[in-house]
C-alpha cells in the first residue's frame, strides 16, 4: 500500500516562506512522478507543480519564480519549497504520486496541509 504523508504547512505572513514536504512509503519513490496540487475553499484542485522521475520540473504560471519543486530519492521525499507567498497561495496543498505501466494508470494522495497566508 503506497502511502503519502504531507507535512509543513501552517500559518504564513504575506511574503513570507514555507517547505513542503512529502514522504512515500510502500513503494519504490524514484519510478513515480511527483506533484504537487492546492484546493482553496470553494474551487477546484489545481496542479501547482510537478517533478518527474527523471526530475523535469513544471510550474503554474501563477507560482513561477517563487516556488520550487525537488526530490530526494535516497529520503523518498518530494518537497515544494514556497516564497514571497501571497493571500491568494492559501490552499489545502497535497501531494501526488503517478505512473503509468502496462497501460495502468497508478495514482496515490496524500491527505493534504493547509497553508494559510495572512497577516
Known amino acids: 500500500q503506497v502511502q503519502l504523508v504531507e507535512s509543513g504547512g501552517g500559518l504564513v505572513q504575506p511574503g513570507g516562506s514555507l517547505r513542503l514536504s512529502c514522504a512515500v512509503s510502500?513503494?519504490?519513490?524514484?519510478?513515480?512522478?511527483m506533484g504537487w496540487y492546492r484546493q482553496a475553499p470553494g474551487k477546484q484542485r489545481d496542479l501547482v507543480a510537478s517533478?518527474?522521475?527523471?526530475?523535469?520540473?513544471w510550474l503554474a504560471d501563477s507560482v513561477k519564480g517563487r516556488f520550487t519543486i525537488s526530490r530526494d530519492n535516497a529520503k523518498n521525499t518530494a518537497y515544494l519549497q514556497m516564497s514571497s507567498l501571497k493571500p491568494e497561495d492559501t490552499a489545502v496543498y497535497y501531494c501526488?504520486?503517478?505512473?503509468?505501466?502496462?497501460?495502468?494508470?497508478?495514482?496515490?494522495w496524500g491527505q493534504g496541509t493547509q497553508v494559510t497566508v495572512s497577516s
Open positions: 501526488n504520486a503517478h505512473r503509468a505501466e502496462f497501460g495502468r494508470e497508478y495514482n496515490y
Open positions: 517533478i518527474t522521475s527523471g526530475g523535469s520540473t
Open positions: 510502500g513503494s519504490i519513490f524514484s519510478i513515480y512522478d
